[in-house]
């Protein structure tokens, strides 16, 4: 252990020993922001860079689970990522699909997919569906795996689920327009029956949303990092969660 490493795993002791507990956010959504640049940064390929950000969420669930955290939410494939090059495409969604499936191995978490599922190849569905179903007895954090999420495309998802379901039952138009609320959209949203995120979490030094849960996040928290994803470390995580607690949450009151 050199010196540098010593200083960090001091400052970390010390920040996690004044971190309040009844602080802690109950619901964090992270946006997983800058593996390729790490990897250009470091000397390796987007696929590497891509791998080690997989490997990070293992990482990140712990420390997670060690500061009372209840649901976490993960963007891992936007519905803009699905057009890159499908020389890049294909192994990162590769790489997504055994981290899934590390997530559902572990045994310690219920998965759940976030995002259309229409849009991503069989092979991802399968891999999404048999997370989730072989984890929904699981009693430990639920994790949220956004692929295939977009927030815009959330949202129109769930006026489209919300419509069927009403033609369904008979509903007219007029009677519709008379009970749309937002308590009723947010019903049919991926995330419907989960509390919203208290804290956004974004890496690689990004100051925007980019879409993720734009319904959701209404009243959110948002911290910022400069660290790019795959070198994002317990420390900058418990910073996070500091500075989460020591603000006043208004609510827009």
């Given at each position: 252990m050199n010196l540098r490493d010593l200083v960090y795993g001091l400052y970390e002791r010390?920040?996690?020993?004044?971190?309040?507990?009844?602080?802690?956010?109950?619901?964090?959504?992270?946006i997983l922001d800058g593996n390729r640049r790490w990897a250009k940064a470091s000397g390796g390929t987007t696929e590497q860079g891509h791998k080690a950000g997989a490997d990070k969420i293992h990482e990140m669930l712990g420390w997670c689970a060690e500061t009372d955290v209840e649901v976490v939410t993960l963007w891992m494939l936007s519905t803009d990522n699905l057009d890159r090059p499908e020389e890049e495409l294909v192994p990162l969604l590769g790489i997504i699909e055994n981290a899934v499936r590390g997530l559902a191995a572990d045994g310690r978490w219920r998965v759940h997919h976030a995002g259309t599922m229409d849009l991503l190849p069989a092979r991802t569905q399968a891999v999404l569906k048999e997370a989730q179903q072989s984890t929904a007895r699981n009693k430990g954090i639920l994790v949220n795996v956004a692929v295939g999420y977009g927030g815009r495309q959330e949202i129109a998802d769930a006026v489209r689920s919300l419509l069927t379901e009403h033609a369904a039952k008979g509903t007219t138009f007029e009677e519709l327009a008379e009970i749309v609320d937002?308590?009723?959209?947010?019903?049919?949203?991926?995330?419907r029956g989960q509390p919203d995120p208290d804290l956004v979490i974004r890496t690689s030094g990004e100051q925007r949303l980019s879409g993720f849960m734009l319904w959701q996040s209404a009243h959110s928290e948002y911290y910022f990092c400069e660290v790019f994803w795959p070198a994002f470390r317990k420390v900058d995580f418990l910073r996070a969660l500091r500075d989460y607690a020591a603000r006043h949450r208004r609510y827009g009151s």
């Open positions: 010390r920040v996690e020993g004044r971190l309040d507990h009844a602080q802690v956010p109950k619901h964090i959504g992270v937002t308590d009723l959209i947010a019903s049919h949203l991926y995330t």
